[in-house]
């Protein structure tokens, strides 16, 4: 059988420039209305879409492995209820902002003083978090403390939207560094710094090791304990 032709760097090219178009055009369309709508929308359009989508499968895939005593009528719900929340975070993307605003209250901030702890004794420490409600909002929130992250980030496939992505998360202030070898080397750097390091743990590692989570093994990714022994710095969950 004859080898596919990959895709030229052009058709690439053109095909990233015509999707961050249609990005930029949402991004500003989304920026005008109000925060609740925006959030309301993209919920909407989750709970509509979302459920339908060929991958949801293995979200309830995952729930029956986790919970077998529910009946399908409570994975579905959870499952309705996953979209519904990820499509807000896609929408409030252009709101992170007004959001994060300590003026409108929207944000409840708790046990802060962990985190200043840190940064009154110039120590280095890990910031935990998880793909949990808008994960993007600790970091915002930082910013309005003057709290500099460097935030370990997954690269945009298309390279073309990470200037959006940069405007967005921007109001955070702070770092992000792209996953990879060089990253790596940065994140090592900004811990014998001793700066903060924000990284979102919880998505599946090939590589990882396998560790328990709802009787099933899980691959996960050991950097976090591994760099907090290392450079003896506590691992703050957010």
Same mark, same amino acid.
């Given at each position: 059988?004859?080898?596919?032709? &990959?895709?030229?760097? &052009?058709?690439?090219?053109?095909?990233?420039?015509?999707?961050?178009?249609?990005?930029?055009?949402?991004? +500003?369309?989304?920026?005008?209305?109000?925060?609740?709508?925006?959030?309301?929308?993209?919920?909407?359009?989750?709970?509509?879409?979302?459920?339908?989508?060929?991958?949801?499968?293995?979200?309830?895939?995952?729930?029956?492995?986790? +919970? &077998?005593?529910?009946?399908?009528?409570?994975?579905?719900?959870?499952?309705?209820?996953?979209?519904?929340?990820?499509?807000?975070?896609?929408?409030?993307?252009?709101?992170?902002? $007004?959001?994060?605003?300590?003026?409108?209250?929207?944000?409840?901030? $708790?046990?802060?003083?962990?985190?200043?702890?840190?940064?009154?004794?110039?120590?280095?420490?890990?910031? *935990?978090?998880?793909?949990?409600?808008?994960?993007?909002?600790?970091?915002?929130?930082?910013?309005?403390?003057?709290?500099?992250?460097?935030?370990?980030?997954?690269?945009?496939?298309?390279?073309?939207?990470?200037?959006?992505?940069?405007?967005?998360?921007?109001?955070?202030?702070?770092?992000?560094?792209?996953?990879?070898?060089?990253?790596?080397?940065?994140?090592?750097?900004?811990?014998?710094?001793?700066?903060?390091?924000?990284? *979102?743990?919880?998505?599946?590692?090939?590589?990882?090791?396998?560790?328990?989570?709802?009787?099933?093994?899980?691959?996960?990714?050991?950097?976090?304990?591994?760099?907090?022994?290392?450079?003896?710095?506590?691992?703050?969950?957010?």
């Amino acid at each position: 059988m004859a080898r596919k032709a &990959p895709v030229s760097s &052009p058709l690439r090219f053109l095909r990233n420039l015509a999707e961050a178009g249609l990005l930029y055009t949402a991004y +500003f369309l989304v920026r005008c209305l109000q925060v609740d709508k925006a959030s309301n929308l993209g919920g909407w359009i989750g709970r509509k879409v979302g459920p339908g989508l060929g991958l949801t499968r293995r979200a309830r895939r995952n729930l029956q492995l986790a +919970f &077998p005593q529910w009946d399908d009528a409570q994975v579905e719900a959870t499952v309705v209820g996953m979209w519904d929340n990820l499509g807000r975070v896609v929408l409030e993307y252009p709101h992170l902002d $007004r959001i994060c605003d300590p003026a409108t209250g929207r944000v409840e901030l $708790r046990g802060f003083e962990h985190i200043e702890a840190l940064r009154n004794n110039s120590k280095a420490g890990i910031l *935990l978090g998880g793909h949990l409600a808008n994960w993007e909002i600790p970091s915002a929130v930082a910013g309005h403390h003057d709290i500099e992250l460097t935030g370990v980030m997954r690269a945009p496939n298309n390279p073309l939207t990470g200037t959006l992505l940069e405007r967005a998360r921007g109001i955070s202030g702070g770092r992000r560094i792209a996953k990879g070898a060089e990253g790596a080397k940065e994140a090592l750097r900004t811990l014998r710094q001793g700066r903060a390091l924000a990284m *979102l743990v919880d998505q599946k590692l090939n590589d990882g090791i396998a560790v328990e989570f709802f009787g099933h093994d899980a691959m996960t990714a050991p950097a976090p304990a591994q760099l907090s022994l290392r450079f003896k710095c506590p691992p703050v969950p957010i």
